[in-house]
């Protein structure tokens, strides 16, 4: 996954909250295998974008809530924007309310991870295709990821 060198909000907040159901859970859940979870096995820009009718009904609190019960206390931690400053929060509640934030989150970190993986490859193939006579403009305001001129 692109975590390895992408330290943004989306990533943070998927992996804290991971931590707090860890935690909850009594073993680790990565964000691998609940993301390769969430989406099908050989994704297409439909399955990120959550329009695929294989997986777009899969849903991260589905897939944690297995046999455990969603009444128990859970502790987890999020960044979130308060007074236009962002804020590490620590809050306490049911592992209902933890599932609950894992799946206001995970349709974004879903997406942001598509741009990521989609960059990362791009900028590959630059690298690849680059010559010694050969440059390239990157522009990085674009949604969809770098640039070439």
Sequence with gaps: MAHESC??????NADL???GISKSLHHLVSMKNLFEETVCTSPSEFCYYRQCVNCRQLKASDILSDGIDIEDSASWSIWKKLNSRYELLHLTGTFRALLEEIDSLWSNFIIHNFYTREQRDYIALIKETS????FAVVQAYRPLGPTIL
């Design 7 to 12: 330290m943004c909000i989306y990533h943070e």
């Design 17 to 19: 909250v991971l931590q």
């Design 131 to 134: 010559t010694i006579t050969t």
